[in-house]
């Protein structure tokens, strides 16, 4: 069974409502949604009709797609997936669909050498692979990096979705700090990827400064309608984070210049794979290799730096110097 483009959004969207637990659904706040939604995407503004949701919840609740949704009605009004967990991004698609897929990924080969497309490369590469598996369970030709533990990647889409369209979000937060959870009015800007960990740029209303969020922090949020959106100015996102290595930083702090020296054996590896983009080698002899890099001085800085142990030493600056050597120093403590 084929599915056409607007009923995928609907599906889609439907979906993303039910896991966003946060707040209760009635049918008419999922058309609601659904209308919006597609206006957003399509431009189409003759909104959607409640049989036709209807009758999407109903297949989807079925094994016509292969989904079926543990949808429920709770107080004979409120929709919900009995299951907290569940999404029909997890649901298994038919081959004629991978066999479309297949296509679309031939497609965007042809592309890959040109440098627009330079970014794409591994997301190409992902594509393909997993739907070359889901049709051969005994060939993976390549595997990357992933966490099938960590939470909040079905914050993603959703955030990405307020993000692009200017969308003031009710976040409830719990920091790691933080003994319970807050809600807080917040502005999105960005969303942004660390080692294989998703961070969201905000700002929360009233308040001067951005703030990062981890997305396996957010507990829950939804969209604020009647609240006007504040864009952030005089930051250019794209570049937000060039002087830096992660993304714990404030708009006010400045890149230093830090000048770190590796042994012998570590060097090869530190200039075939820098520690930023900034890097440059100021001198090279049998001692090892002295490198350059220009960043803010944070806390991934410092956890970079001690993951080498002791092949590496900060010769610069003085402040970031005695702040490692006091770290290896009570860590060192520990195995006495």
Known sequence: ??????????????????????RKWTLEDLIEKVADVIYEYEGIASGVSKRT?????QLMRSDKLGYNAP???????????SDPAYSITNAPINEGDVDKMKEIVAVLKQFNGFSYFDEMSD??????N???????????????????QLQGLGHINPLYQATRHKKALLIEYKSFKASKAQ?????????????????????????PHLI?????????????????????????FDQYFDNLIGVTKSEKEIAHKVVLQIDKKHAPYVITKPLHHSQ?????????????IEVILNYELEREILGFGEHIRVLSPKSLATRIGQRLEQAALGYR
């Not at 084929?2 to 959004?9: D, E, H, Q, R």
């Not at 829950?220 to 309608?225: A, I, K, S, T």
């Open 1 to 22: 069974m084929s599915i056409n483009k607007f009923a995928l959004i609907r599906y889609k969207t439907i979906d993303d409502c039910l896991r966003n637990r946060y």
């Open 53 to 57: 949701i209807q009758a999407d919840i």
């Open 71 to 81: 949808i429920i009605v709770k107080d004979r009004k409120y929709y919900a997936y």
């Open 123 to 128: 997301m190409i590469a992902r594509l393909e």
């Open 130 to 148: 997993n739907l070359y598996k889901s049709t051969d369970e005994n060939r993976n030709c390549i595997q990357f990096e992933n966490n099938h």
């Open 183 to 207: 809600e807080h009015i917040c502005y999105p800007y960005l969303l942004k990827e660390y080692r294989n960990r998703w961070f969201l740029i905000a700002r929360i209303k009233n308040a």
């Open 212 to 236: 990062t969020m981890a997305l396996d922090r957010i507990i829950g949020f939804q969209e604020l309608r009647k609240e006007k959106f504040v864009d952030y100015e005089g930051i250019n």
């Open 280 to 292: 440059e080698v100021l001198k090279e002899d049998g001692a090892g290799t002295i490198i350059c």
